[in-house]
């Protein structure tokens, strides 16, 4: 039957009915691939959520500059005399109420007068002698540092470092000193320092700094070869 109504058609008809079907199945065919492509182009959805950062940073360093907890004593300069200080430069005194490398400052007497105390290693500095120092426990159990024998105290007075307020006291029924390297009392009167001096050397604090050298004079200029009488070229 579709053979038969295909030889009734004219020329151009077939013709026409054969570009009309070619393009159809093309069509179909072009809509398929772009379905199929498209599905397939699709991004795949990632299957992992990108990992966090790390909650636990590595460890800081600890204040104390490495944690030795070391105690040092050092020296500072006021007017010719030379005398211990802390490390950060607050004075330290002798009472010469001790006696025997043993503490007789407790209860009210070591309120105004704190024991400057060791928590780890004691280390000198300066003109400070390390052969000196060593440390008594207290009865509360605290080690506090001596030099020479003579336990250190702060003095509550002082507003911290460079000051001396408590040189020359006598509260508490004795005497309280400056301490020199020797590990002998101070008696000259001293009331403020330059905190840090004599780090390293026991020279005193504040020097000047050295002068800047002078510029270098400019080089002559090269004499002339070819000058037959000596001038400059």
């Known amino acids: 039957m579709k053979n038969s109504i295909v030889k009734r058609m004219s020329a151009p008809a077939r013709l026409a009915a054969g570009v009309g079907g070619a393009v159809g199945v093309g069509l179909l065919v072009a809509a398929c691939a772009s379905g199929s492509s498209s599905s397939s182009a699709a991004p795949a959805a990632s299957s992992s959520a990108p990992a966090p950062a790390s909650s636990s940073p ?8 490495g944690g030795s907890g070391s105690t040092v004593i050092k020296t500072a300069s006021s007017s010719g005399n030379t005398f211990l200080t802390d490390g950060s430069g607050r004075a330290v005194y002798l009472w010469v109420k001790d006696t025997g490398n043993a503490s007789m400052c407790t209860g009210a007497c070591a309120g105004a007068w704190p024991p400057v105390t060791a928590t780890g290693t004691v280390t000198a500095s300066g003109s400070a ?58 008696t000259a009167s001293v009331s403020s320092f330059t905190a840090g001096g004599s780090a390293g050397s026991g020279g005193s604090a504040g020097s000047a700094p050295a002068a800047p050298a002078a510029p270098a004079a400019p ?12 001038s400059w070229s």
């Not at 408590?166 to 020797?182: E, H, I, M, R």
């Not at 080089?219 to 000596?230: C, L, N, R, T, V």
């Open 129 to 186: 002698k390390a052969s000196d120092l060593s440390t008594i426990t207290r009865s509360d159990g605290t080690k506090q540092v001596t030099y020479d024998g003579h336990p250190l105290y702060y003095f509550s007075g002082d507003s911290g470092a460079g000051t001396a307020s408590g040189q020359g006291s006598d509260g508490f029924g004795a005497k309280w000193w400056l301490v020199t390297p020797s590990g002998s009392d101070v």
């Open 219 to 230: 080089a002559s200029p090269a004499k002339s070869s070819s000058s037959a009488g000596g």
């Open 58 to 65: 590595a460890a800081a360093g600890s204040a104390s500059g």
